[in-house]
């Protein structure tokens, strides 16, 4: 089993694999977990590395501090790919991995992509995790919780990876123009506004931004002296025009989430559509615009239409199973359904009342009757006298107080004439009706 193959330096790898930082002070990004102080940065300091998961998107920089670990260790390294390897290749390292633990040496084993070994092939791991024989570190785009065996992930520590800033990423393209393993030897005439490009561009993407910064240098102009000049003509063919009006951080993407909530709410599904398409083609993550659709299913319908939610929620799943340009058509469908729905914002105003009430009554007791008491003393404390079980009744409802005394009589939930909200609006009447008059002054 070669170790640590996936790190080996070489001048005719591309410059985001020649220029992986050493240490965690050439590190970039991920200060909430190595930062000075932080829990992660002590334990590879120390060199008391634990079981532990990296979860994250590509390129923020999960394998790059495996390879640190791996430099700093005194502990056997070695790397392991879920994309290549199998059960057999898994008992090979596990049986090296136990030589090593009877000779009194410890064997870090980094699982790349580990989401992507079947159950069997996780379960495989998980006696030589707990008797100590390795310690595991594994690395996954997606969510462990569903895609980790629940024994494994229970003995390891997850570390949740962001998305690198622009800031972040233009640090590392200016260091890729300077340092010697990348092209500090040449002479490069970059504007920081094509830097700042180049890092928007890559959204998040360490190894995105250095590939655009590679592509876009090898295809700059040489002039006699061999310096190279990267012009904005070379820039928009390397990377879509569109990242020059498109700022996924910055103020048109705030107005073009807002053009595309307020068309909604206003019922007009072809701008809806068209600023839909404005935010997929300029880049933008089709996942945020799927939560900001569920949001809008509840703030803006409602009740009015409960199927919008559960449409919405729908295509949030979708967009995370295929992703884009796939996705397009479901985000599409969800997009112009709340256009086209009545609307309400009852449930918007429901809990902004309610907020405001539990805020200025923060301290309100519970009522005795709606209490728990699983204990003797809380019943001797009357916790649960006079409860009134719904079920018991042929209404299936009491006219039991539930709100605090200084709130009774509070309404927060006015439901419109809006679509099937109309319908609950009858039967909240009836409700408030029949407790009117089954109700003890």
Same mark, same amino acid.
């Given at each position: 089993?070669?170790?640590?193959?996936?790190?080996? *330096?070489?001048?005719?790898?591309?410059?985001?694999?020649?220029?992986?930082?050493?240490?965690? !002070?050439?590190?970039?990004?991920?200060?909430?977990?190595?930062?000075?102080?932080?829990?992660?940065? %002590?334990?590879? /300091?120390?060199?008391?590395?634990?079981?532990?998961?990296?979860?994250?998107?590509?390129?923020?920089?999960?394998?790059? =501090?495996?390879?640190?670990?791996a430099n700093k260790t005194n502990s056997n390294f070695i790397n392991f790919s879920a994309v290549t390897s199998g059960i057999k290749e898994i008992k090979e390292v596990m049986s090296q991995a136990e030589n090593n633990r009877k000779l009194g040496q410890k064997t870090i084993l980094f699982v790349d992509e580990i989401h992507r070994?079947?159950?069997?092939?996780?379960?495989?791991?998980?006696?030589?995790?707990?008797?100590?024989?390795?310690?595991?570190?594994?690395?996954?785009?997606?969510?462990?919780?569903?895609?980790?065996?629940?024994?494994?992930?229970?003995?390891? &520590?997850?570390?949740?990876?962001?998305?690198?800033?622009?800031? !972040?990423?233009? +640090?590392?393209?200016?260091?890729?123009?300077?340092?010697? @393993?990348?092209?500090?030897?040449? +002479?490069?005439?970059?504007?920081?506004?094509?830097? *700042?490009?180049?890092?928007?561009?890559?959204?998040?993407?360490? @190894?995105?931004?250095?590939?655009?910064?590679?592509?876009?240098?090898?295809?700059?102009?040489?002039?006699?002296?061999?310096?190279?000049?990267?012009?904005? /003509?070379?820039?928009?063919?390397?990377?879509?025009?569109?990242?020059?009006?498109?700022?996924?951080?910055?103020? /048109?993407?705030?107005?073009?989430?807002?053009?595309?909530?307020?068309?909604?709410? *206003?019922?007009?599904? !072809?701008?809806?559509?068209?600023?839909?398409?404005?935010? =997929?083609?300029?880049?933008?993550?089709?996942?945020?615009?799927?939560?900001?659709?569920?949001?809008?299913?509840?703030?803006?319908?409602?009740?009015a239409d409960p199927h919008a939610l559960e449409l919405a929620v729908s295509a949030y799943h979708a967009c995370h199973f295929i992703g884009m340009p796939e996705c397009s058509v479901h985000l599409t469908q969800a997009v112009i359904y709340m256009a086209m729905a009545p609307k309400s914002n009852a449930m918007d105003v429901a809990?902004?009342?309610?907020?405001?009430?539990?805020?200025?009554?923060?301290?309100?007791?519970?009522?005795?009757?709606?209490?728990?008491?699983?204990?003797?003393?809380?019943?001797?404390? !009357?916790?649960?006298?006079?409860?009134?079980?719904?079920?018991?009744?042929?209404?299936?409802? +009491?006219?039991?107080?539930?709100?605090?005394?200084?709130?009774?009589?509070? /309404?927060?939930?006015?439901?419109?004439?809006?679509?099937?909200?109309?319908?609950? &609006?009858? %039967?909240?009447?009836?409700?408030?009706?029949?407790?009117?008059?089954?109700?003890?002054?």
């Amino acid at each position: 089993m070669n170790q640590i193959t996936l790190f080996e *330096n070489n001048k005719n790898q591309p410059l985001a694999s020649r220029l992986r930082p050493r240490d965690l !002070d050439e590190f970039v990004g991920q200060k909430h977990l190595i930062g000075e102080g932080k829990v992660l940065r %002590k334990l590879i /300091e120390n060199d008391n590395i634990s079981s532990i998961i990296f979860w994250g998107n590509p390129g923020i920089g999960k394998t790059t =501090l495996a390879q640190i670990i791996a430099n700093k260790t005194n502990s056997n390294f070695i790397n392991f790919s879920a994309v290549t390897s199998g059960i057999k290749e898994i008992k090979e390292v596990m049986s090296q991995a136990e030589n090593n633990r009877k000779l009194g040496q410890k064997t870090i084993l980094f699982v790349d992509e580990i989401h992507r070994f079947n159950k069997a092939q996780q379960d495989a791991f998980l006696p030589f995790v707990e008797k100590g024989s390795i310690i595991l570190i594994g690395a996954t785009t997606e969510n462990p919780s569903f895609e980790i065996n629940s024994a494994l992930l229970s003995r390891c &520590k997850v570390f949740v990876f962001k998305p690198l800033e622009t800031e !972040d990423l233009v +640090t590392l393209l200016k260091r890729a123009i300077t340092d010697e @393993r990348g092209f500090g030897n040449e +002479t490069i005439s970059i504007s920081d506004e094509a830097l *700042n490009i180049i890092a928007e561009f890559a959204n998040g993407d360490a @190894r995105s931004a250095l590939s655009t910064l590679e592509m876009v240098i090898l295809n700059g102009e040489v002039d006699n002296n061999g310096n190279i000049e990267v012009t904005e /003509e070379t820039l928009e063919q390397c990377i879509s025009k569109k990242t020059l009006f498109y700022d996924k951080n910055g103020e /048109e993407h705030y107005n073009i989430i807002s053009a595309l909530h307020k068309s909604m709410r *206003n019922s007009d599904p !072809d701008a809806s559509v068209y600023w839909l398409a404005r935010m =997929l083609e300029a880049g933008e993550d089709p996942l945020y615009i799927a939560r900001r659709v569920t949001r809008f299913a509840s703030e803006d319908i409602g009740l009015a239409d409960p199927h919008a939610l559960e449409l919405a929620v729908s295509a949030y799943h979708a967009c995370h199973f295929i992703g884009m340009p796939e996705c397009s058509v479901h985000l599409t469908q969800a997009v112009i359904y709340m256009a086209m729905a009545p609307k309400s914002n009852a449930m918007d105003v429901a809990y902004n009342l309610a907020k405001h009430d539990a805020k200025e009554h923060i301290a309100e007791p519970v009522p005795l009757q709606i209490r728990n008491a699983p204990t003797k003393l809380m019943k001797e404390l !009357d916790y649960g006298k006079g409860y009134q079980f719904a079920h018991d009744y042929e209404e299936k409802m +009491t006219a039991m107080q539930c709100l605090p005394d200084s709130l009774v009589n509070r /309404e927060y939930f006015k439901p419109t004439e809006q679509g099937l909200e109309a319908k609950y &609006k009858a %039967k909240l009447q009836q409700i408030k009706d029949w407790k009117k008059s089954h109700s003890i002054d």
